[in-house]
């Protein structure tokens, strides 16, 4: 699976985005160590509170099915009506979801602006210091 795979893939996720009230789509694409490839997209609510992010949803569905062990995730998010979207970094709480089931120091976030237009970051510049399990070693 190259990036460039993995970010169509989020693209594709993006369009199953529940997003009535913010308008604002999200889809995710989470590459596993042993290939397999997880899609989330934003779930929104009409109580707001119980909206889950794109990257949340994409990871607690291979948890969920017992996979902990990931390389990177590619995020393409922006309005509903627009099909090529500005960078879409992923919020705190998603980023520390990361850091609970990754090394920061390797797993990489693809963010796209195109399936063919991203920048790559590793999860310890979008989350320096961040507290994992391994404080509570
Ligand atoms: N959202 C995501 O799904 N991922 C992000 O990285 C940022 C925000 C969603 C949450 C909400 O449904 C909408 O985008 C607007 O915040």
Redesign the pocket.
């Known amino acids: 699976m190259t990036d460039a795979e993995l970010m169509k893939e989020a693209f594709a996720a993006r369009k199953m985005s529940y997003?009535p009230?913010?308008g604002?789509a999200?889809g995710a694409a989470l590459l596993a160590k042993d290939g397999r490839v997880y899609r989330g997209c934003?779930i929104?609510n009409a109580a707001f509170t119980p909206?889950n992010?794109?990257?949340r949803t994409a990871f607690f569905k291979a948890v969920s099915e017992g996979v902990r062990s990931f390389t990177k995730i590619a995020?393409a998010?922006g309005r509903a009506d627009q099909t090529e979207t500005d960078l879409?970094?992923?919020?705190g709480v998603?980023r520390q979801v990361m850091m609970e089931f990754t090394d920061p120091d390797t797993f990489e976030i693809l963010l796209g602006k195109s399936e063919t237009d991203f920048q790559i970051f590793k999860l310890r510049e979008l989350l320096p210091l961040g507290f994992g399990p391994k404080n509570l070693e």
């Open positions: 997003c009230y913010s604002f999200v934003n929104e909206t992010c794109a990257e995020i998010g879409c970094a992923p919020c998603c």
